[in-house]
């Protein structure tokens, strides 16, 4: 959530109670979960909308497209839409104001893919990044080397021996990176489970040239009993076929050699890739989320090789210049919350009302009674007994 003189902005919401305007990165059911929640204004590119309409998400609410390029306006905050080379329709957000500029670069990649172009460095104050793969671990080859891989073991090990040969993996992103894979390389036609096919149909519709058979279909069906195709399902599918050859493409399975066939293909960056796009961001901090045990390390390398102050997110609220106190952070939040109970100039309202609402929204007694001194003293709020209500101050609340 990025906030800037009374105004805001939340950014991939997990709940329905972000209360401001929501910005959704991508389709992947992660960062999409604002779609869950009606009651949320949500804004994301026309291709995130299509491929979670698409993949059986109702539409939910109040919901505004916007494009790579686009710039949206809230309060004094620009809001700039970045392609962040990660899936269809993936954006990373550029948000400016007079105090400095955030870049949040949802899921990215740095790399050229078969179905997307490159995230590009945006100059900031802040970048608040997924680090994923952000241990040294995650070194992937190049796109092309592991794409002949691929096709070398289905061509030339699988099929010959009589078996299918079938990827799982992500239903968007990686998916559609196997069929063009196995399109621009071969003659292999390509098998498609439903709910592949059906992300397939959205890259379709936005352009890519995909050629692939839904395996439902009676083509589908036949081409997996003779063998000759390439099947692509989901990762957490469950495939039946006494003739099926399973592998994984996933960036994990650059640690997981000699654990069964898998192919290092990823839709994220590595961690050279991290690396290199914070120093072309040039940020004065840096915030990550994503990621688990294995890249707990990469705040602590960024201090020490990039010189850079750097720090996972968390619900503490951070500045340009460092983080603020937790006591203070919560005072600007319980003011924040109490002004949006009392908005209706004039109007006056019960003092045991607003401290029962606060302290259902879980703030304390003493937050809340600090929170309207505070007020009071900069005059925005007038006391009246029992009652509150907004000053007038020079013709303007």
């Not at 490159?118 to 793969?133: H, Q, S």
């Not at 063009?180 to 397939?200: E, G, K, M, W």
Request: hydrophobic share 35%; glycine share 8%; aromatic share 8%.
């Amino acid at each position: 959530m990025v906030e800037y003189a009374g105004e805001g902005v939340t950014l991939d919401p997990t709940s329905g109670e972000a209360p401001y305007p929501s910005i959704v990165t991508h389709a992947h059911s992660d960062h999409a979960s604002a779609f869950r929640f009606p009651g949320l204004l949500k804004y994301s590119t026309p291709q995130t909308y299509r491929l979670l309409e698409r993949l059986g998400w109702r539409r939910s609410g109040d919901w505004h497209p916007v494009s790579i390029g686009e710039k949206i306006r809230i309060g004094d905050m620009e809001i700039r839409i970045h392609n962040a080379g990660h899936i269809l329709g993936s954006i990373a957000v550029e948000i400016s104001s007079p105090e400095g500029s955030i870049l949040y670069t949802g899921d990215f990649n740095v790399e050229e893919s078969y179905t997307m172009e490159p995230a590009r460095p945006v100059g900031c104050d802040i970048l608040v990044m997924e680090t994923t793969f952000g241990s040294p671990a995650f070194s992937f080859p190049r796109r092309q080397e592991v794409a002949l891989e691929m096709v070398e073991w289905a061509v030339m090990d699988v099929i010959p021996r009589g078996r299918v040969p079938t990827f799982k993996a992500d239903s968007i992103g990686n998916a559609q990176e196997i069929i063009s894979i196995f399109n621009r390389l071969t003659r292999l036609p390509v098998v498609a489970s439903p709910t592949v096919a059906r992300a397939s149909d959205v890259y379709r519709e936005y352009g890519h040239r995909l050629e692939y058979v839904e395996a439902d279909s009676e083509e589908g069906r036949e081409l997996l009993d003779s063998g000759r195709c390439v099947y692509v399902t989901p990762k957490a599918s469950r495939p039946r076929g006494d003739r099926l050859e399973i592998s994984l493409a996933s960036g994990w399975a650059a640690i997981f050699r000699g654990r069964g066939r898998s192919f290092p293909l990823s839709d994220h960056t590595d961690f050279r890739g991290l690396l290199s796009f914070i120093r072309d961001c040039r940020p004065k901090r840096v915030l990550t989320l994503h990621g688990g045990p294995m890249t707990r390390g990469f705040t602590e390398y960024v201090r020490r090789r990039l010189g850079l102050d750097a720090k996972p997110l968390t619900d503490v609220e951070e500045t340009i210049s460092g983080t603020v106190p937790e006591q203070e952070g919560r005072l600007k939040a319980c003011r924040s919350q109490l002004l949006s109970l009392i908005r209706i100039p004039g109007f006056t309202y019960s003092t045991p009302w607003l401290m029962r609402e606060m302290a259902a929204r879980g703030f304390t007694r003493r937050e809340i009674e600090e929170t309207i001194r505070r007020l009071t003293e900069e005059g925005i709020l007038e006391q009246e007994g029992t009652e509150m209500k907004l000053a007038w101050r020079e013709g303007k609340v």
